[in-house]
Every structure is written in structure tokens, then in C-alpha cells.
């Protein structure tokens, strides 16, 4: 392993997962504590299915080999998927090339994108009737669920184990008592994660992905009843957020289908960890006379894709989440970059720094200074809170 230290000495992330690590000696020649030519940036290390931590989970000993390699690798903030409390006195590391954005306000004085509701049409009933029986189902009886899946219906699922920076810094994840239960292990096996599907050659990753997309009822019932127990909390709708809309005249007899998409979480069972998900369905009227339609389905599912993650808290998509200002029409955010007469020259100065640091266009720059009272830090501050939600428009055409 020092090779791969000497190839990669900034390496963030490293997965050593599904090895035959018995020692924690091995990682010595790694672990900045116990060689100078350690991972002195590592932020994420992930060890799961390795003799080291799975015969600390057999044993109880997860907290002494937490604090451990803690404790050899002081940069670390997640360890299997699992937020670390920060340590009292980090070792310093090298300087990053620029500050993180995020590095100022506690929350965006405002930001030029309103936080939205779920979307639905005049679908709202069929969609409700249908996530409450298959959210039951899929934590009671998943073999159930065989009945509104198609011979033709789809499944895939996708893990993503990376903590948001924005739930990391809230320490949410940290305040939860059994977060230390989970296992990614029985995701990471049927994951359709492209990315990390650690083929050698296209043709292997091929194999891999089409082996992880599941057809048919009984393919894709034996794959989920592989998977971990869950429980939805289907009595607090404030921990989910369902958008639906309609595609008409996509099936051959001119029938319309339903896109449908459920950002939420769920408890995994027994250990009562919390993870977050995103769930995606297409979704066509269940045929006359169907076994589905007899049980009460208005729909059935063409294809279906889960992505399992790290919690993060419902609040992110409550309405006063962000404060918002008014912003220009998509029209008028096309406008070029332009100076803005009425600023003064330091002004003119902080939209250059802003849009070259954020690539958003001039409009937006000078709203979002505005907004943050001339302040170049706080405005990147808001930007780096709601970057991710931020329309095209608003950046500079590439």
C-alpha cells in the first residue's frame, strides 16, 4: 500500500472493502500516526466486510475500533458510511488550494430560488393510494408486492454512502443512537452503481450492470427479500416530499403514464438506523380484470429505481428552508456579463471575483452580493448552501 500513498498522496476516499484485513497493523503504512508518508487528507475510509471490523461488530467493539483508527488517521470524518465526532485538537493538514465555500453563515440571508412543495396533478389520489399500500407492503410483506409488477417491469437499485457536507456540519447524523448498526454490505451487493461497479474492462462492467437490473415479478421480489427490513414512518407525511406528473399518450393504446418520484427516509430493521432515499417510479393504470386491480392497485409499475443513502434531514425541502428574493425571468438571466454603471469600481470588482469563483452569470453576481450586503464571503457562503438547486440559467453559458 505505500505505492498506492505515493501515486495518489491526496486521496480523499479510499475503499478497502471486502478484503482480508485481520491486523490493524496492515494500514500502518498509510495511516499518517505511523508513517510519514501516510494518507495525510483521507476523509473517508470504508473497511466493511474485512475480518478487522466485522469481528469488532461480533464482539461489541465497534466504539474501541472507531477511536482507534480515529485515532491513526486524524483528517478522518466518516468511517463505514459513519459520521466521526470531530476530535478535540485535529492534526493540521496542507493548506487546501481554496477555502471552502460554506465557511461563513450559519444560514443564506437569501438566494435568488424559492424552495417548492411537491408537485402533483389531478393524479394526486391514484398516486397517494398507490405509495400507501406499496410502502406498507414493502415493510411487511415484500412477496406481496409481486402483484403489481409487469413480466416487462424493471428494478434497479443504487447506494450512494457519501455524508452530505450540509447534514455532516448540522452534526444531525452524529446526534443519532443507532446510526452505528448500519451495514452498507447488502446494498453494495446489488448496487447498480456505475461507478463502483469495479470491473476491469467495459465489457465486465457490462455483465455487472446487467446483472443488477432486475425484470419480472419474481426476479425482482427474491432481489428486494434480500434486502434489509425497513419501517416508513407513513404516519408523518412532513418526511417525504412526492412529485408527480402525468406523460400522456406514451403506451401503444394512447394511454397515459405516471412519473413519480419520493424523496424520504425510512428505519432499517432491527438496528432502527435512519438512512434517506429517493425513489423513482413509472407507472401505467392497472389493466381491466388484473390480479392488481382485483387487490385495489390503480396502477401498476413498469420499472422502478431506489437510491439508498445517508440520512439527511426532511427539513432541506421545507419551504422556509432558504429565503428567497425575487429574481429575473429566464430571459433576462440569459443577459451577458456586463459592467453595472451604478457600482462602484470595488463593487465591480466583487461580481468579477463572484462569478469566477461561482460561473454564475452577471445578473445573478450582483443579486446575490446585493442580497448578502456587499459582503464577497457571505455571498459565497449562500452560494455554497443552495448550489445544488440553482438553474441553469443563472450560470454562464459554457
Not at 233 to 243: A, Q
Amino acid at each position: 500500500m505505500p505505492a498506492l500513498v505515493h501515486a495518489l498522496p491526496n486521496l480523499e476516499n479510499l475503499s478497502l472493502k471486502n478484503n482480508q484485513i485481520s491486523d490493524i497493523k496492515v494500514l500502518g503504512s498509510i495511516a499518517p500516526e505511523d508513517s510519514s508518508a501516510g494518507f495525510g487528507c483521507l476523509r473517508e475510509l470504508l473497511l466493511e466486510g474485512n475480518p478487522l471490523r466485522e469481528e469488532a461488530l461480533v464482539a461489541g467493539n465497534l466504539d474501541a475500533y472507531t477511536s482507534e483508527l480515529a485515532r491513526r488517521f486524524p483528517t478522518l470524518s466518516a468511517l463505514d458510511g459513519i459520521a466521526l465526532q470531530p476530535t478535540a485538537a485535529p492534526k493540521p493538514v496542507a493548506p487546501a488550494k481554496m477555502t471552502p465555500l460554506g465557511s461563513g453563515l450559519k444560514k443564506p440571508a437569501a438566494f435568488p430560488l424559492a424552495m417548492k412543495p411537491g408537485l402533483a396533478d389531478e393524479s394526486q389520489e391514484v398516486v397517494a393510494t398507490f405509495l400507501t399500500k406499496f410502502f406498507a407492503l414493502f415493510d411487511s410483506d415484500r412477496s406481496a408486492l409481486a402483484q403489481v409488477y409487469l413480466p416487462t417491469s424493471t428494478f434497479s437499485m443504487t447506494t450512494n454512502s457519501k455524508i452530505p457536507h450540509r447534514s455532516w456540519n448540522s452534526k444531525s447524523v452524529q446526534s443519532l443512537p443507532n446510526q452505528g448498526k448500519l451495514r452498507w454490505a447488502p446494498y453494495f451487493d446489488t448496487s447498480r452503481n456505475l461507478r463502483a461497479a469495479g470491473a476491469n474492462s467495459i465489457a465486465s462492467v457490462e455483465d455487472e450492470v446487467n446483472a443488477a437490473l432486475h425484470v419480472g415479478p419474481e426476479k425482482i421480489i427474491n432481489m428486494i427479500s434480500t434486502l434489509p427490513s425497513t419501517s416508513h414512518p407513513l404516519t408523518e407525511p412532513g418526511r417525504f416530499i412526492v412529485d408527480a406528473m402525468q406523460q400522456p399518450n406514451v403506451l401503444s393504446d394512447g394511454s397515459p403514464t405516471l412519473l413519480v418520484t419520493v424523496h424520504g427516509e425510512l428505519l432499517e430493521e432491527p438496528g432502527k438506523g435512519k438512512r434517506s432515499f429517493d425513489r423513482t417510479w413509472i407507472l401505467a393504470p392497472a389493466p381491466a380484470g388484473s390480479v392488481a386491480q382485483g387487490n385495489g392497485w390503480p396502477c401498476v409499475i413498469l420499472t422502478e429505481n431506489w437510491v439508498v443513502r445517508n440520512y439527511t434531514e426532511p427539513k432541506a425541502w421545507a419551504e422556509d428552508a432558504i429565503q428567497v428574493i425575487q429574481h429575473p425571468s429566464a430571459a433576462s438571466a440569459q443577459v451577458p456579463a456586463a459592467p453595472v454603471p451604478a457600482l462602484s469600481p470595488e463593487q465591480h470588482a466583487m461580481v468579477n471575483q463572484l462569478q469566477a469563483a461561482t460561473k454564475l452569470n452577471a445578473t445573478f453576481s450582483l443579486q446575490c452580493l446585493a442580497e448578502s450586503e456587499w459582503s464577497l464571503e457571505r455571498a459565497l457562503s449562500n452560494f455554497a448552501a443552495v448550489s445544488s438547486q440553482i438553474p441553469p440559467e443563472a450560470f454562464v453559458a459554457s
